[in-house]
Structure formats: structure tokens, C-alpha cells
């Protein structure tokens, strides 16, 4: 029994103490730092998704360096502080309070993954602190509040883009669609391509459903087969349409496969092989782009890293690039200024493309599209919304 | 601790909850936040000592449970939470106890056709368990599937936390205590001398997962109220490991001992994250001196665990061999 009482009080001594000295942050940091604009970063730098977060942290400490290397902002540096949220579930409610509680940073750029975007929202709106998510496509994301903003489109913009690339481009009458029908990121797409396709005079030849998950799809390309299109629509992800490319072949269909960013990945011509030739997908950019500002940036990047970047490194270079901007033109780091700045962007030329931030706070910006050409992703176009 | 020890703890704690509730808004709202993730880690790591560590059933499945609650209480608080003002508080306790009772229902469906088995056995059938409510949340369109549930409110704070942490500690340290909770302890100690003994095993086993599955329902209400979104990944096999961790550092069948583990690893990563902050140590001018720390985090944390383990395999704080005087 006295043990144990023993016991009692050094663990409510230590736990107390444990807690105290977190409590205790020497706040002399912020003052001495002042000379300084301190930006969070939340990314899956560890983990399932590590590739994403390490990416687009590359891509925002480019942007970061390139800005101080221009004098910063406002006359001041700009300081990254970034947190690795493990790609796990509730560390990026903690690893933001932290950015914003402990370091005082003025805005807060993340994540890739919308589950973890919409984690951080809440907190970032609450605090009224700007937050620019470089990659989550969910529409949900940036419905968080007035405060948070994204420099990708969202996913239902494919479907249209795709629509008038297949319709414009392809001069495509007569297509089908084949929709994961248990991903919501499918559907959208595919309710959207179908209404953009109509619209401009196209006709849809047939429309039939998998999951996600499914091998096979004979029975779903005989009746697309049986209608005769002259493309097809698969808005899925690169595993499944490697799969439909195949089996396609083997039907017999030799009509264009295209889709949306879902097939971006190196995993797809491993699967699909051969029978992915000639097929479309439309994504947020090319290394290949001839633009002056894609290949300044495919430059700066390969000499600092020594590899090229992909997608979501560029989308974290024009986060950080778009939230200096609005602090430049709001004169500020003050959080409603910068949200109000935000707000306004137009037209702002990012790597990604021109970036207009809409009402409802996500960017319309062009499209990529790209082609499979002897196994390699090709650039083919940009399609403006 | 015995029963009366542990009546003053949880006096004493429920008054000192209050008592730092009222002084919350002074403190680094990022520390606060963390507070009630050690409130919650407690509740967990406490109510799975109740199953792993005084009825000696090795249970992976905890963070099935804490799914149940965590979406029970959401859907809950999401469709009621803005009826009345006034009856926020009435909601959210009703949420919590809600998910705490579908949880226990958890456990129970479990419990009944499994815990016939024992050892290893068990282990693989409650993992496989916790991983059928994670895939059945996955599906579960109403509740936002795999694209995760919003959670509106965030009601979860310094006195919820840490008053039903208080709550998990009493219950379970009365229960084990009582006459009838001597069972427990019988049955880890030698299943079948109790069973000879005219103890019905079966019977412990489902109450100790029913029970352990309760706290484990209400731990998943308040994480859901404090991280204001939740998806089933997020209750995946390494969350019911971490928990498993927790009790076996801090021994198993040894409460104070495994709230102190859930205490020391729940601030143990966000210590390392301070360390890699430091910018400069007084006299050694180096800038950010421990900025390879921020890389090598969850190295350090894993190393120290084996470490702990090497050392102290009895359980960190375990001065005597168990509880069971």
C-alpha cells in the first residue's frame, strides 16, 4: 500500500512535470526571429504516401529558396517549417495546431492527400490562418471554410476537359463510358464528361459500370464492343485501366482509350503495355511542356535534386509562389489580408499554368493532356477551362 | 492501487480536471490539443489492460472498437449537434455513451463465438476483427466511405478527456478489485485451474472485452471530437498495435503503469519534434543543431522502444511482478 501511494504521487509529479515543461516553449524565438515570414508546411514526408508528401516538399522549398534568393517578401525571408504527418490519420490535427500555436507561422501549405487536407481545415479556418493545399482534388477540401484554398483543379474539371479534348481535338461522335462505379472520383468525372460530351453535339454510345478492384471486364467491353463507339471514357485509376486496355485489345477494340489523372502513375505501362499505345489522360502538368516557365522550373528543380519533377512537386512550388504573391500584392502576412488577396488571384502564371482562383476558392487553370507513345508519357496539349 | 486508493484518484483527478479546464484557454493550444490525445491514449491503453493484461487475453482488435464509437458519435453529434445551444453538452455525453454501448455490442458479437479460443489464436481472430469494421466503415457510403466523415463539432476538451480517463481508470481498477473481479486475474493466472475452480471463463473473457470495449467506444467519440475528421484508416492494425504497445510498456496488468506509457508515448514524438526545433544551444553556436532529429523521428521513437523493451521487459514501471496482491 505505501508503494503504491508512493507510486500515485511520483506519476502525478512526472506527468505534471512533463506537462509543464511542454508548456514551457521559450518564447524568445519569436522575437528573435522577426526579421523572418514563417510559412507551415504539413506533408506525408514518411509512410504509405511518402513519394506525394516528399515531392511536393520539394517543390515548396524550391519555391522558398527561389523566393529568398529574389530578397523575399516584403523585404523579409521567408522561413519554411515543415512537420511529417506519417501519412497516418490525426497527425495532421496536432502537426498544424503546432505550426500555428508553437511557431507562429502565417500560413500553412498542405497536404496532397485530401483525407489529411480536411483534417488540417478546420483548425487553419478557426485560427484564420490562409491554407493553399497544393494537390487535394476532393471538392470537400476547400468547403472547409473562407480561409482555405487549393492551386489544383477538382476532379469533376477533367470530365469536362476531357470532353472537349475527345469532341474538339479527337473529333470523337460516338463514345462509351466505363465508370468505376465505386469511386466517387470516378463518377464525378464521368457525370461530367458526359454532360460537357452532349453538350457539344457528341453522342454517348454506352455506358457500363466495374469496381474498383474487378480483373475482369470482358463482359463490360463485349457490350461496350457491341455498340461501336469510336473511343471509350475510363475514368479509373491505372491498375483497372491497364486491365480494360488489355482485355480491350483482346476483343478486338482498337478505338482510343482516354481518362483522367487517376492513370498518372509509372505503374500503368507496366500493366497495360502495348495495348496503352495511342491511348489519352489528362493530368496537371508535363516536365515536357515547351512553355518558358515549366522548363525554368524543370531546370532549377534537376540541379537542385537531380531528378525531374513530377506532378506534385510542381503543384508545391505554385502553393508557396501564389501565397507570396498575395502577400506582396495585400502588403501584409495579416490573415484575413492575405485570404482577401487570395482570393482575387488572376491569371497567375504558375508552373502549373495560369491560376484564377474561383468563388468557391479552387483554381481554374488549364489541363495537361498527355498520350502513350512507345511506353513513355507524351505531351500532346494544354486545354484551357 | 487498491479500491480505496483508487476512489480518492479518481476524486482527486475529476477536481483537477475541472480545476485546469478552467485556466485551458491560457495554455499553447498545441499542447493542450496533445493533452487530450494522452487523455484519449489512457482510456484506450487502460480499458485494454483490462482484457490484455489482468484477463491475459492478447486482443488486437482495439482499434475496431474505438471505430465504432469514434463513427457512432460522430453521425450522432453531426445530425442532433445543432438542435439546441444549451443541450450541446446533453448531445455530446449522449454521443459518447452511445458509442461506447454499440462498441461493448462489438465486443459482445465478438466475444460470445471467439474467446472460446485463447493465446494466438484469439490474437489473429480479434485483428481479423478490427479489420472487417474498418473495411465495413470503408464501404459505408452514409458515413463518407473511404473519403472520411467531418465531424462538425469539437467538443472534446481538457474535462471530457481526462474525466472519462478518470472514469476508465476507476471502473477498471474497482472491477479487478471486487470480489467478483478476482475472476479476471484466476483466469489469466491458470485458465484451466480456474476453470476447475468452478470460475465460468468464458464468461470473464466476454465481460472483460465488453467492458474494454465500452472505454474503447467513448475514447473513439472524443478522438473524433478533437480531430474533427475521421477515416477508417485511421483505425487501422498499426492504431490497435499502438495501443498494445502502450499496455505492454507499461506493463501488463499494471494500471498506473500503463497510464504513465500512454503519458510518456503520446509526448514522446511531440518531444522529438521540440528537439529538432531547437534552434541554438546557449555557449555552442551552431544553428538548428538537432535538425537531423526531424528526419530521423520516428527512427529515434522505434529505437527507444526496442531499447525499453530490451531493458525493462517486466513493463517500465512494474516494481512488482503484478497486481494481483
Known amino acids: 500500500m505505501k508503494i503504491w501511494r508512493g507510486q500515485i504521487l511520483s ?66 525571408k521567408l522561413e519554411l517549417h515543415m512537420e511529417d504527418d506519417q501519412s497516418q490519420a490525426g497527425q495532421p490535427a496536432t502537426v498544424v495546431r503546432k505550426l500555428i500555436s508553437s511557431d507562429g507561422v502565417v500560413a500553412i501549405l498542405g497536404e496532397v492527400a485530401s483525407s489529411r487536407s480536411l483534417e488540417a481545415a478546420p483548425i487553419c479556418q478557426e485560427n484564420k490562418i490562409p491554407m493553399i493545399s497544393p494537390a487535394s482534388t476532393n471538392p470537400k477540401v476547400t468547403e472547409a471554410g473562407d480561409y482555405i484554398f487549393r492551386v489544383c483543379f477538382i476532379d469533376p474539371f477533367q470530365g469536362t476537359v476531357m470532353a472537349n479534348f475527345s469532341r474538339k481535338t479527337l473529333k470523337l461522335q460516338n463514345v462509351a463510358v466505363l465508370t468505376d462505379a465505386k469511386s466517387d472520383y470516378s463518377l464525378g468525372l464521368a457525370k461530367f464528361f458526359k454532360e460537357g460530351f452532349v453538350a457539344d453535339g457528341g453522342k454517348i454510345a454506352a455506358e457500363q459500370n466495374y469496381s474498383s478492384g474487378d480483373k475482369d471486364f470482358s463482359a463490360e467491353l463485349t457490350a461496350i464492343k457491341a455498340a461501336n463507339p469510336d473511343g471509350i471514357f475510363v475514368p479509373g485509376y491505372y491498375t483497372e485501366v491497364g486491365l480494360i486496355a488489355l482485355q480491350a485489345k483482346q476483343l478486338g477494340i482498337t478505338v482510343p482509350l482516354f481518362g483522367g489523372d487517376g492513370w498518372e502513375s509509372s505503374a500503368l505501362v507496366p500493366i497495360g503495355g502495348a495495348a496503352l499505345e495511342g491511348d489519352y489522360f489528362s493530368t496537371h502538368y508535363s516536365p515536357q511542356d515547351t512553355s518558358p516557365a515549366v522548363q525554368n522550373f524543370v531546370k532549377e ?61 479552387n483554381a481554374s487553370k488549364a489541363a495537361v493532356i498527355l498520350t502513350i507513345n512507345n511506353g513513355q508519357f507524351q505531351y500532346v496539349q494544354t486545354v484551357q477551362p | 492501487m487498491n479500491i480505496r486508493h483508487a476512489k480518492t484518484f479518481f476524486l482527486g483527478a475529476l477536481v483537477l480536471c475541472f480545476l485546469v479546464s478552467l485556466f485551458a484557454n491560457q495554455i499553447n493550444s498545441y499542447w493542450l490539443f496533445i493533452s487530450y490525445d494522452i487523455g484519449i491514449n489512457i482510456i484506450l491503453a487502460v480499458s485494454l489492460n483490462l482484457i490484455n493484461g489482468y484477463t491475459g487475453q492478447f486482443s488486437l482488435g482495439h482499434a475496431g472498437f474505438m471505430a465504432v464509437g469514434a463513427y457512432t458519435a460522430a453521425a450522432i453529434t453531426n445530425q442532433f449537434g445543432e438542435l439546441n445551444p444549451y443541450l450541446s453538452i446533453a448531445v455530446f455525453l449522449g454521443a459518447l455513451l452511445a458509442g461506447g454501448l454499440l462498441a461493448a455490442v462489438a465486443g459482445l458479437l465478438v466475444g460470445i463465438p471467439t474467446l472460446r479460443l485463447r493465446g494466438d489464436y484469439l490474437a489473429i481472430v480479434t485483428l481479423g476483427f478490427g479489420e472487417i469494421i474498418r473495411v465495413v466503415f470503408q464501404n459505408m457510403q452514409s458515413v463518407g466511405g473511404a473519403r472520411g466523415l467531418s465531424v462538425m463539432h469539437g467538443w472534446t476538451n481538457f474535462f471530457w478527456a481526462f474525466g472519462f480517463a478518470a472514469v476508465t481508470v476507476y471502473v477498471v481498477t474497482a472491477l479487478v478489485h471486487s470480489t467478483y473481479g478476482r475472476g479476471f486475474i484466476a483466469v489469466r493466472d491458470d485458465e484451466v485451474a480456474a476453470s476447475a475452480m468452478g470460475i465460468s471463463t468464458t464468461k470473464y473473457k466476454v465481460t472483460a472485452f465488453v467492458v474494454g470495449a465500452f472505454f474503447a467506444g467513448i475514447a473513439g467519440g472524443l478522438y473524433a471530437h478533437s480531430k474533427q475528421f475521421i477515416t477508417p484508416g485511421g483505425f487501422n492494425f498499426m492504431q490497435s498495435i499502438a495501443i498494445v504497445v502502450m499496455v505492454i510498456l507499461g506493463g501488463m496488468g499494471n494500471t498506473i503503469g500503463v497510464i504513465i506509457a500512454a503519458i510518456l508515448l503520446t509526448l514522446l514524438p511531440e518531444g522529438l519534434r521540440a528537439i529538432a526545433d531547437i534552434e541554438h544551444i546557449p555557449g555552442i553556436v551552431t544553428a538548428h543543431p538537432f535538425v537531423w532529429v526531424s528526419d530521423t523521428r520516428m527512427i529515434i521513437y522505434s529505437l527507444l522502444l526496442i531499447i525499453l523493451m530490451l531493458t525493462r521487459p517486466q513493463g517500465l514501471f512494474s516494481l512488482r511482478k503484478s497486481l494481483s496482491k
Open chain 1, 11 to 76: 506519476a502525478a509529479v512526472l506527468a505534471v512535470s512533463l506537462f509543464l515543461s511542454g508548456c514551457n516553449k521559450p518564447p524568445g524565438e519569436s522575437f528573435a526571429t522577426s526579421d523572418v515570414i514563417k510559412v507551415g508546411e504539413f506533408a506525408s514526408m514518411t509512410g504509405s504516401e511518402a513519394t506525394f508528401g516528399q515531392s511536393s516538399h520539394q517543390g515548396t522549398q524550391l519555391a522558398i529558396d527561389d523566393l529568398n534568393a529574389a530578397d523575399g517578401v516584403l523585404g523579409k
Open chain 1, 301 to 361: 528543380f534537376k540541379a537542385k535534386y537531380n531528378s525531374t519533377p513530377d506532378a506534385m512537386a510542381a503543384l508545391g512550388y505554385d502553393s508557396a509562389m501564389i501565397l507570396a504573391a498575395a502577400m506582396k500584392t495585400a502588403g501584409t502576412t495579416d490573415g484575413a489580408k492575405v485570404r482577401d488577396a487570395l482570393a482575387a488571384t488572376k491569371n497567375f502564371a504558375g508552373v502549373t499554368g495560369k491560376i484564377t482562383i474561383d468563388a468557391n476558392r
